[in-house]
């Protein structure tokens, strides 16, 4: 079975620094990985996803998160943070019969 | 269009009221799914339809019940729910993974249920 670990419940920070968010999977099979956000009373949107090819994955607003698969992680990072990227942020796995499950997320807060 | 489309919004509803949650996409997505969310936690799935058949169903209670009318369409039917049932009701859908090609699930900005 798969599972997904958020080691982080919340992150602080202050704007314009780096942050990193960290995630790990468990699977016995070939996995997919993805990282979602969520904005406050709305769904969840793509945020980044790796289904195979580089391990180094790019959002359009400077987001980025490298599979590492001998260390079993998907972490997410951005270089320097803006008050909008206040959020929760989730990590989830699938895998080939179609279910995707979520780790409990990570809140970011970016402090002025 | 990439949009999943939920309605209603918002659902106030008595214990012993019957109500639906509708979902609808455009994409051409052969996946669909219902996920329940309760606040400050994850989304946890319920159900999973693949070419309009239930293909999983995570232990739901019968209160609830989803139908899968055609490719664009799911519903999930509420009846007896309890106070706890209050939570946000999610919505999504992806590209049938049987294919070999699974890609992300987009979701809809869900359901806001309130049980009273």
């Known amino acids: 079975a798969q599972s997904v670990t958020q080691l982080d419940s919340q992150v602080p920070v202050f704007e314009e620094a780096p942050v990193e968010l960290r995630c790990n999977y468990s699977?016995?099979?070939?996995?997919?990985l993805f990282w979602y956000v969520q904005y406050p009373n709305q769904g969840l949107q793509l945020l980044l996803k790796?289904?195979?090819?580089?391990?180094l994955v790019e959002s359009i607003n400077g987001f980025e998160a490298e599979f590492n698969k001998s260390q079993t992680s998907f972490h997410l990072r951005k270089p320097s943070v803006h008050i909008s990227d206040t959020a929760e942020y989730f990590c989830?796995?699938?895998?080939?019969?179609?279910?995707?499950?979520f780790g409990t997320g990570t809140r970011l807060q970016v402090f002025p | 269009d990439t949009e999943v489309t939920q309605t209603p919004k918002h659902l106030v509803m008595g214990m012993t009221n019957k109500k639906s949650l509708k979902c609808e996409q455009h994409?051409?997505?052969?996946?669909m799914y219902w996920y329940k969310q309760k606040a400050k936690k994850p989304p946890e799935l319920m159900f999973v339809?693949?070419?309009?058949?239930?293909?999983i169903n995570e232990s739901v209670p019968s209160r609830f019940s989803p139908e899968c009318p055609n490719s664009s369409l799911l519903n999930l039917h509420l009846h007896a729910l309890q106070p706890e049932d209050s939570a946000l009701y999610l919505c999504?859908?992806?590209?049938?993974?049987?294919?070999?090609?699974?890609?992300?699930?987009?979701f809809g900005q869900g359901t806001r249920l309130t049980v009273v």
């Open positions: 999504a859908s992806s590209q049938d993974a049987q294919t070999g090609m699974n890609t992300e699930a987009f």
């Open positions: 339809y693949s070419y309009e058949k239930l293909s």
């Open positions: 989830a796995v699938s895998d080939i019969t179609d279910k995707l499950i």
């Open positions: 699977s016995s099979v070939s996995v997919y």
């Open positions: 790796y289904l195979s090819g580089s391990t």
């Open positions: 994409m051409g997505h052969r996946a």
